[in-house]
């Protein structure tokens, strides 16, 4: 059975990081783009960055570039998130996320509260 | 960056009516690589339509999707009360990947 498992979500006090985890099984990462995508409480989707292909391409949304690093770990089949300098306005659900025919499978979800 | 927009904000229709959602792009999709999305309150989205008129798998075929380049449309031939939620289009064919702000399906 193919999911994804995200872990690493929490209550964080701004300035602070953190690194998102997402477990993969039933496929292999590396033959897929796999992207985070967030969702702030009461609002839409947003796309944040993916990684993909045998290559390992690396692509972020501008609003995140400089804060946010996606990164993977083909042995273990899991992909990650760090972001660093947090800020209120990153408190969200982040999705992990497989692209094949759009984004066919998604996580759970990881919920991360930025406050003081 | 391709700007999705999504009409109408909110949609109020009575259950067994027809639903017709809007996605307008700019600039245009190529390869109409654009994807439907359904979220209902606390779950996670789910795959309804991919390559603008596909029906991911085990969705009803009340669903469907059209248009190109452009504009796009979902259709809810006869809603079903699981029906309401939010609806997103989304292009996958660009960096960055981008997603419309949704439209919300509702009880009339």
């Known amino acids: 059975q193919m999911q994804l498992v995200e872990s690493g979500g929490g209550l964080l006090k701004p300035g602070g990081s953190l690194r998102l985890s997402c477990a993969a099984s039933?496929?292999?990462?590396?033959?897929?783009?796999m992207h985070w995508i967030r969702q702030a409480p009461g609002k839409g989707l947003q796309w944040i960055s993916f990684?993909?292909?045998?290559?390992?391409?690396?692509y972020y949304a501008d609003s995140v570039k400089g804060r946010f690093t996606i990164s993977r770990d083909a042995a273990k089949n899991s992909f990650y998130l760090q972001i660093n300098s947090l800020r209120a306005e990153d408190t969200a659900i982040y999705y992990c996320v497989r692209e094949w025919s759009a984004f066919d499978l998604w996580g759970q979800g990881t919920m991360v509260t930025v406050s003081s | 960056e391709i700007v999705l927009t999504q009409s109408p904000g909110t949609l109020s229709l009575s259950p067994g009516e027809r639903a017709t959602l809007s996605c307008r792009a700019s600039?245009?999709?190529?390869?109409?690589?654009l994807a439907w999305y359904q979220q209902k309150p606390g779950q996670v989205p789910r795959l309804l339509i991919y390559g603008a008129s596909s029906r991911a798998t085990g969705i009803p075929d009340r669903f469907s999707g059209s248009g190109s380049a452009t504009d796009f449309t979902l259709t809810i031939s006869r809603v079903e009360p699981e029906d309401f939620a939010v609806y997103y289009c989304q292009q996958y064919g660009y960096r960055p990947r981008t997603f419309g702000q949704g439209t919300k399906v509702e009880i009339k």
């Open positions: 039933g496929f292999t990462i590396t033959d897929y783009y």
């Open positions: 990684i993909g292909g045998s290559e390992g391409h690396i």
């Open positions: 600039p245009s999709v190529d390869n109409n690589y």
